[in-house]
């Protein structure tokens, strides 16, 4: 049984640029949350997807946008790219009826120039 | 606002027990977890527990919650290096269906052999 899998592992992008990552959650669960983990930080919560829709967003701009697709599977868009948002991006994956069991995935390190 | 607080560093002698300590704001919180980061990875779940519980214990792990100090212990027994990593404490929002976890900075722990 797969864990929550992401892709691509690293990404390098210049200032202005769009990025897409994408994540694969665990099998069986429906739910898929988005973190940002900068250097020495904790992770911070960027969105929650269910039923194809975004249930909960954290404090980031609208440049950070979403889309879950009918097999659960997610994708986390970053427009105009900034310095800033140079970080580990974390997908963490969960079943709307579970007792709170949580899994993240290995995450995105992506790096703008 | 929420906020989780943990001390940035814990150093221990290999055989020794480790317990990293975590406080918290948000007195409606339902899960309490902790997660585990090795160096270039992810974040593993290594327990959680449920607001209503005062103790929690999983092999060599142990989880006390003082809800009234709200304040969170994770005790790990027998300390072994491969226990060296960045442990992050985390509580998960109220409301049906939330998965908006919010972190700790981490706590660094050195086991010395």
Not at chain 2, 80 to 108: H, P
């Given at each position: 049984?797969?864990?929550?899998?992401?892709?691509?592992?690293?990404?390098?992008?210049?200032?202005?640029?769009?990025?897409?990552?994408?994540?694969?959650?665990?099998?069986?669960?429906?739910?898929?949350?988005?973190?940002?983990?900068?250097?020495?930080?904790?992770?911070?919560?960027?969105?929650?997807?269910?039923?194809?829709?975004?249930?909960?967003?954290?404090?980031?701009?609208?440049?950070?946008?979403?889309?879950?697709?009918?097999?659960?599977s997610?994708?986390?868009?970053?427009?105009?790219?900034?310095?800033?948002?140079?970080?580990?991006?974390?997908?963490?994956?969960?079943?709307?009826?579970?007792?709170?069991?949580?899994?993240?995935?290995?995450?995105?390190?992506?790096?703008?120039? | 606002?929420e906020?989780?607080e943990?001390?940035?560093?814990?150093?221990?002698?290999?055989?020794?027990?480790?317990?990293?300590?975590?406080?918290?704001?948000?007195?409606?919180?339902?899960?309490?977890?902790?997660?585990?980061?090795?160096?270039?990875?992810?974040?593993?779940l290594?327990?959680?527990?449920?607001?209503?519980?005062?103790?929690?214990?999983?092999?060599?792990l142990t989880?006390?919650?003082?809800?009234?100090?709200?304040?969170?212990?994770?005790?790990?027994?027998?300390?072994?290096?491969?226990?060296?990593?960045?442990?992050?404490?985390a509580?998960?929002?109220?409301?049906?269906?939330?998965?908006?976890?919010?972190?700790?900075?981490?706590?660094?722990?050195?086991?010395?052999?």
């Amino acid at each position: 049984d797969a864990g929550v899998t992401q892709s691509p592992t690293h990404l390098i992008k210049t200032r202005g640029q769009q990025v897409t990552l994408r994540c694969s959650p665990k099998s069986g669960h429906d739910t898929v949350s988005w973190y940002q983990q900068a250097l020495g930080q904790g992770p911070q919560f960027i969105f929650q997807y269910y039923e194809e829709e975004e249930r909960q967003r954290g404090n980031f701009p609208d440049r950070f946008s979403g889309h879950q697709f009918p097999n659960y599977s997610s994708e986390l868009n970053v427009n105009a790219l900034l310095l800033g948002d140079s970080a580990l991006y974390l997908c963490a994956s969960s079943h709307q009826q579970s007792s709170g069991k949580l899994f993240f995935g290995s995450g995105t390190q992506l790096s703008v120039l | 606002g929420e906020d989780v607080e943990q001390s940035l560093f814990l150093s221990v002698r290999e055989g020794d027990s480790s317990v990293i300590n975590c406080t918290y704001t948000d007195s409606s919180s339902t899960y309490l977890y902790w997660y585990k980061q090795e160096p270039g990875a992810g974040l593993q779940l290594l327990t959680y527990i449920f607001s209503n519980m005062d103790m929690k214990q999983d092999q060599r792990l142990t989880v006390l919650l003082n809800k009234k100090d709200k304040h969170l212990s994770l005790r790990i027994a027998d300390t072994q290096t491969g226990d060296s990593a960045i442990y992050f404490c985390a509580e998960r929002a109220s409301g049906a269906g939330s998965y908006q976890l919010t972190f700790g900075k981490g706590t660094k722990l050195s086991v010395i052999p």
